[in-house]
Protein backbone atom coordinates (compact mmCIF):
# COMPACT_ATOMS: atom_id res chain seq x y z
CA UNK A 1 0.00 0.00 0.00
CA UNK A 2 1.31 3.30 -1.03
CA UNK A 3 2.33 5.51 1.60
CA UNK A 4 -0.19 8.15 1.44
CA UNK A 5 -3.29 5.92 1.79
CA UNK A 6 -1.54 4.59 4.97
CA UNK A 7 -0.70 8.33 6.72
CA UNK A 8 -4.82 9.21 4.86
CA UNK A 9 -5.88 5.88 7.38
CA UNK A 10 -4.35 7.48 10.21
CA UNK A 11 -5.46 10.89 9.46
CA UNK A 12 -8.75 9.38 9.14
CA UNK A 13 -9.03 8.15 12.58
CA UNK A 14 -8.28 11.91 13.65
CA UNK A 15 -11.36 12.73 11.68
CA UNK A 16 -12.99 10.34 13.60
CA UNK A 17 -11.74 11.65 16.71
CA UNK A 18 -12.68 15.32 16.28
CA UNK A 19 -16.26 14.09 15.02
CA UNK A 20 -16.83 12.46 18.36
CA UNK A 21 -15.61 15.68 20.33
CA UNK A 22 -18.33 17.66 17.83
CA UNK A 23 -20.66 15.09 18.88
CA UNK A 24 -20.16 15.79 22.76
CA UNK A 25 -20.36 19.62 22.30
CA UNK A 26 -23.91 19.15 20.87
CA UNK A 27 -25.05 17.12 23.25
CA UNK A 28 -23.36 18.74 26.38
CA UNK A 29 -23.77 22.10 25.32
CA UNK A 30 -25.26 23.11 21.76
CA UNK A 31 -28.74 21.32 22.33
CA UNK A 32 -28.90 22.01 26.22
CA UNK A 33 -28.55 25.97 24.91
CA UNK A 34 -30.80 25.92 21.73
CA UNK A 35 -33.45 23.16 23.13
CA UNK A 36 -34.31 21.86 19.90
CA UNK A 37 -32.47 18.99 17.97
CA UNK A 38 -32.89 20.12 14.72
CA UNK A 39 -31.16 23.22 14.99
CA UNK A 40 -28.60 21.72 17.12
CA UNK A 41 -28.20 19.35 14.74
CA UNK A 42 -27.65 22.07 11.89
CA UNK A 43 -24.89 23.54 14.78
CA UNK A 44 -23.13 20.43 14.51
CA UNK A 45 -23.16 19.73 11.22
CA UNK A 46 -21.38 23.34 9.66
CA UNK A 47 -18.89 23.22 12.60
CA UNK A 48 -18.16 19.30 11.47
CA UNK A 49 -17.83 20.64 7.37
CA UNK A 50 -15.63 23.40 8.79
CA UNK A 51 -13.30 21.09 10.94
CA UNK A 52 -12.82 18.77 8.38
CA UNK A 53 -11.71 21.20 6.00
CA UNK A 54 -9.02 22.65 8.26
CA UNK A 55 -8.31 19.01 9.27
CA UNK A 56 -8.16 18.02 5.81
CA UNK A 57 -6.60 21.06 4.45
CA UNK A 58 -3.71 20.25 7.64
CA UNK A 59 -3.20 16.23 6.23
CA UNK A 60 -2.91 17.77 2.67
CA UNK A 61 -0.36 20.23 3.49
CA UNK A 62 1.85 18.62 5.94
CA UNK A 63 1.97 15.09 4.60
CA UNK A 64 5.58 13.65 3.68
CA UNK A 65 4.06 11.08 0.75
CA UNK A 66 3.89 11.95 -2.28
CA UNK A 67 0.30 12.39 -4.11
CA UNK A 68 -1.46 12.40 -7.63
CA UNK A 69 -4.93 13.57 -8.54
CA UNK A 70 -6.60 10.20 -8.30
CA UNK A 71 -5.05 9.59 -5.38
CA UNK A 72 -6.60 12.69 -3.33
CA UNK A 73 -10.19 11.55 -5.30
CA UNK A 74 -9.74 7.95 -3.66
CA UNK A 75 -8.50 9.58 -0.09
CA UNK A 76 -11.89 11.54 0.02
CA UNK A 77 -13.97 8.10 -1.00
CA UNK A 78 -12.60 5.73 1.31
CA UNK A 79 -12.87 8.55 4.25
CA UNK A 80 -16.93 9.03 3.91
CA UNK A 81 -17.28 4.93 2.98
CA UNK A 82 -15.04 4.47 6.45
CA UNK A 83 -17.05 7.18 8.06
CA UNK A 84 -20.53 5.42 7.26
CA UNK A 85 -19.48 2.30 7.49
CA UNK A 86 -18.49 3.51 11.67
CA UNK A 87 -21.83 5.31 11.88
CA UNK A 88 -23.90 2.56 10.90
CA UNK A 89 -22.00 0.22 12.99
CA UNK A 90 -22.30 2.22 15.78
CA UNK A 91 -26.20 3.09 15.75
CA UNK A 92 -27.27 -0.26 14.97
CA UNK A 93 -24.44 -2.00 17.25
CA UNK A 94 -24.18 0.14 20.51
CA UNK A 95 -26.90 2.78 20.04
CA UNK A 96 -29.02 -0.54 18.68
CA UNK A 97 -30.94 2.23 16.51
CA UNK A 98 -33.08 0.75 13.55
CA UNK A 99 -31.54 1.54 9.68
CA UNK A 100 -34.45 4.16 9.89
CA UNK A 101 -33.69 6.02 12.73
CA UNK A 102 -29.97 6.62 11.21
CA UNK A 103 -30.96 7.32 7.57
CA UNK A 104 -33.42 10.43 9.07
CA UNK A 105 -30.46 12.47 9.26
CA UNK A 106 -29.93 12.26 5.45
CA UNK A 107 -33.42 13.79 5.04
CA UNK A 108 -32.54 17.16 3.42
CA UNK A 109 -36.59 18.16 2.97
CA UNK A 110 -36.20 18.10 6.68
CA UNK A 111 -33.61 20.52 7.33
CA UNK A 112 -31.01 17.19 7.90
CA UNK A 113 -27.40 18.39 7.16
CA UNK A 114 -25.36 15.34 7.51
CA UNK A 115 -25.24 14.67 3.74
CA UNK A 116 -23.24 17.70 3.60
CA UNK A 117 -20.72 16.77 6.31
CA UNK A 118 -20.75 13.49 4.71
CA UNK A 119 -19.85 15.18 0.88
CA UNK A 120 -17.10 17.10 2.70
CA UNK A 121 -15.21 14.14 3.31
CA UNK A 122 -15.74 12.84 -0.02
CA UNK A 123 -14.95 16.30 -1.75
CA UNK A 124 -13.10 18.25 1.03
CA UNK A 125 -9.54 16.96 -0.21
CA UNK A 126 -10.14 17.59 -4.03
CA UNK A 127 -11.52 21.14 -3.15
CA UNK A 128 -8.50 21.70 -0.97
CA UNK A 129 -5.60 20.30 -2.95
CA UNK A 130 -7.25 22.01 -6.20
CA UNK A 131 -7.68 25.42 -4.73
CA UNK A 132 -5.52 25.83 -1.82
CA UNK A 133 -2.38 23.94 -1.98
Not at 33 to 55: C, D, G, M, P, Y
Not at 98 to 117: A, F
Amino acid sequence: MDMIYLQALGWWVVLIIMALLTATLNNRIIFPKVKNELRAHQITSLISIVLFLILIYVFFRFTTASYTPGDVVNIGFIWMILTLGVEFLFASLVAKQPLSRSLQNYNITRGRLWIWVLLSLLMGPVLITSYLL
